[in-house]
């Protein structure tokens, strides 16, 4: 499913237009990004939790040469999922 899929569904399941739906999930997405970048967890009931990680240096390989290059140490985001999303991918297909 990709986004205009995923605001089709969202108009539809909530009987509202589909530029609405737009602008719900598009501030949906806004909000977590802004907590994220400022090191708050997000926690969703039923979904899961976005979470922003360290990760440290670390030496990688060149695939094409095989040479060490220095990767930098970067901020990320981690996704947990929740036991509701776990157990509702483990059941399969609605």
Known sequence: MNKVELIEHIAAGADISTLAAEQVL???ISRVIHAVSSDD????IGLGSFVPSER????????VNGAAVLIQASRVVKFKAGS??????????L
């Open 41 to 44: 967890v997000v926690r969703i």
């Open 26 to 28: 598009n501030s949906l």
């Open 84 to 93: 509701a999303f776990k157990d509702a991918v483990n059941a399969g297909p």
């Open 56 to 63: 440290s240096a670390r030496i990688g390989r060149n695939p």
